[in-house]
């Protein structure tokens, strides 16, 4: 089976890519539909990252509950409390493996997710 792409973006990505069984979430960031940031901290953000998250896999047929590695990258490590709270609320139920740094992102923004889903076909 070839890949297949699912969505569009301005910069030079694709939301979702769907090779074989598994389905791979580009990195998603805190903009709202109109493309702006969202105003807040770390829990606004958060939650705005991970709607993009479930967004990017419902075009390729996926749920949350399909999710088996996400990827997260904090701006500042003293936000992950925050962070966390929000997160174990999206997977209240065997939670996807998980890697969490520090880095300096892209943009000013305080949060960016991606994800790795397993969904046969």
Known sequence: MPKQTFGTSHVPLSPAVRAGDFVFVSGQVPVGGDGIVVK????????????????????????MDDVVK?????????????FNAV???????????RTTVESRLM???????EAVAYRPV
């Open 107 to 113: 943009i000013d923004i305080k949060i960016e997710v």
């Open 70 to 82: 996400t990827t997260v990258w904090l701006e500042d490590a003293r936000d992950f409390g925050g």
């Open 40 to 63: 807040g901290g770390i829990a606004e953000q958060t939650e705005q990252v991970l709607a993009n998250v479930k967004a990017a896999l419902a075009l390729a047929g996926c749920t």
């Open 87 to 97: 997160y174990a609320r999206h997977f209240p139920k065997n939670p996807p493996a």
